[in-house]
T-cell receptor
Framework: GNSVTQMEGPVTLSEEAFLTINCTYT??????LFWYVQYPGEGLQLLLK?????DKGSNKGFEATYRKETTSFHLEKGSVQVSDSAVYFC????????????????FGQGTILTVHP | EAGVAQSPRYKIIEKRQSVAFWCNPI?????LYWYQQILGQGPKLLIQ????????DSQLPKDRFSAERLKGVDSTLKIQPAKLEDSAVYLC??????????????????FGEGSWLTVV
């Protein structure tokens, strides 16, 4: 079945440091890949997505590239801010045997990011 | 645009009691999901509705969990009787995706803030 594995956290960085959160996946076919973010006390929000191999999703300074050869979708940001402190979830939308989307998400376990001033 | 509404936000119950959570999706969204998020884990899909029909309930513990979406709009998730391991955040989400469509064509899934359940 489909699965997503994220690097174990928590991750603690100083402001303006470089961020990488690793994500690898297992899926049949060609899933779409997503990063969701959960700020303290808020619901899950879509951060970025990529729908095919070599696509790069980007938003708010965050980037992730869909790497089919390594089945990875690592999240990166060049200079983090205190306001980026949150839990980050990697997720995929799988494709069924008929080639259509299940229309649902399979999530990784989440990575807690804390950024200090 | 109003988001996905959930209530109650917080609930504490004793084991073997029952609890119900309510969700109102974004207007016009045909697909509604209930996810369970246990502390330290990613959300896990419990049930997916397309209008008022069930698309996927393979991970719903049917001996104690039930969900309905009678008029194809709002939905209720019930747990009876509750166990200690049911302590989690219950997330409702909705999407405009139709049957067979891909999540990649702009049909983003939107999540509510969640209902936090503690079973003691």
């Amino acid at each position: 079945g489909n699965s997503v594995t994220q690097m174990e956290g928590p991750v603690t960085l100083s402001e303006e440091a470089f961020l990488t959160i690793n994500c690898t996946y297992t899926a049949t076919g060609y899933p779409s890949l997503f990063w969701y973010v959960q700020y303290p006390g808020e619901g899950l929000q879509l951060l970025l997505k990529a729908t095919k191999a070599d696509d790069k999703g980007s938003n708010k300074g965050f980037e992730a590239t869909y790497r089919k050869e390594t089945t990875s979708f690592h999240l990166e940001k060049g200079s983090v801010q205190v306001s980026d402190s949150a839990v980050y979830f990697c997720a995929l939308s799988g494709i069924n045997a008929g080639g259509t989307s299940y229309g649902k998400l399979t999530f990784g376990q989440g990575t807690i990011l804390t950024v200090h001033p | 645009e109003a988001g996905v509404a959930q209530s109650p936000r917080y609930k504490i119950i004793e084991k073997r009691q029952s609890v119900a959570f309510w969700c109102n999706p974004i207007s016009g969204h045909a697909t509604l999901y209930w996810y369970q998020q246990i502390l330290g884990q990613g959300p896990k899909l419990l049930i997916q509705f397309q209008n008022n029909g069930v698309v996927d309930d393979s991970q719903l513990p049917k001996d104690r969990f039930s969900a309905e979406r009678l008029k194809g709009v709002d939905s209720t998730l019930k747990i009876q009787p509750a166990k200690l391991e049911d302590s989690a955040v219950y997330l409702c989400a909705s999407s405009s995706i139709g049957t067979g469509q891909a999540l990649d064509f702009g049909n983003t899934i939107y999540f509510g803030e969640g209902s936090w359940l503690t079973v003691v």
